[in-house]
């Protein structure tokens, strides 16, 4: 099932009614049995913050808890931002308020090579970890969101289980090597973020997909290969589609703080609109 509403009105029963009713497979609370050990995998900023997390958090460790999973066995663990523009953020001071049936909240440390496991090879023969938590849970349940970033050329991975949960150097390397040859890396980095999917047993994942403002525009739960298909065609309701290059683009910055990242951001994603002879004003406070 999909959902396209309103999530400050109908947020609760919507989502209760997407875990209820999954696109394919059984209801998320026949994904697991009592004594199961259950990691929920959320990416660093969901789309309506704070909101949403709540939102998810809750409804997802209801569903988990219908099933019979006791609450001191689900942890959830968010992983770190995948930035390579402006300072690079860590979990430090950050704080979560989650419902009383999320017992564990860890902020993965893509750093610390202990905090990671063996999980396969890829195509070169190279080890692959993901974090310890997943590799060693009973059930993964994946919260993952459909992203664009203009600074990294338009999809991006940021959001996703892989690179995510990896370790440090694998992250950056992904990162980079789109800005240097995007089509091929994007694709490689499909074909090896099923791979990490299968190796896991993935069979539960949520997909958001943000809207205008970073509002939450559409949830699809479901099995990880039809969840993803129907987050992309729930974003295609609200991405633009650019008819005709301009020759003046005006990109307005409405984040008060506007980073050197949030600029770049900008002109970037006002590049995609502007004819290569064109102008690109900058509005920002």
């Not at 919260?143 to 600074?151: G, I, K, Q, R, Y």
Request: glycine fraction near 8%; include cysteine; charge should be negative.
């Amino acid at each position: 099932m999909n959902i396209d509403l309103d999530y400050a009105a109908a947020g609760p029963l919507a989502l209760a009614e997407t875990l209820s009713q999954p696109l394919s497979g059984p209801p998320l609370r026949q994904h697991v049995v009592p004594g199961d050990r259950v990691v929920i995998a959320l990416p660093p900023r969901l789309p309506g913050d704070t909101t949403t997390l709540d939102l998810v958090v809750q409804g997802l460790t209801e569903s988990l808890a219908a099933g019979g999973v006791d609450p001191s066995d689900i942890t959830v663990l968010v992983a770190p931002p995948l930035e390579l523009l402006g300072p690079k953020e860590t979990a430090d001071g950050k704080t979560v308020a989650l419902p009383a049936a999320a017992a564990q909240l860890i902020w993965f440390q893509p750093e610390s090579d202990d905090q990671t496991a063996y999980l396969l090879a890829d195509a070169e023969g190279e080890p692959l970890h993901l974090a310890r938590q997943l590799v060693d849970a009973d059930v993964v349940v994946a919260v993952e969101t459909f992203s664009h970033d203009p600074a990294l050329g338009g999809r991006s991975p940021a959001g996703e289980l892989w690179p995510g949960f990896a370790r440090q150097d694998r992250r950056l390397t992904l990162a980079r090597s789109l800005l240097e040859n995007r089509r091929p890396v994007l694709e490689a980095w499909k074909r090896l973020a099923s791979a990490v999917t299968d190796q896991l047993g993935l069979l539960a994942s949520l997909r958001l997909v943000p809207g205008r403002d970073h509002t939450l525009a559409g949830v699809a739960f479901g099995f990880p290969a039809d969840a993803t298909r129907h987050s992309r065609r729930l974003a295609q309701v609200w991405r633009p589609a650019i008819g005709q290059l301009a020759a003046l683009t005006i990109a307005g910055i409405s984040d008060p703080g506007c980073t050197l990242a949030t600029l770049t951001r900008a002109v970037a994603a006002a590049a995609k609109a502007t004819r290569p002879d064109g102008t690109i004003c900058v509005a920002c406070n």
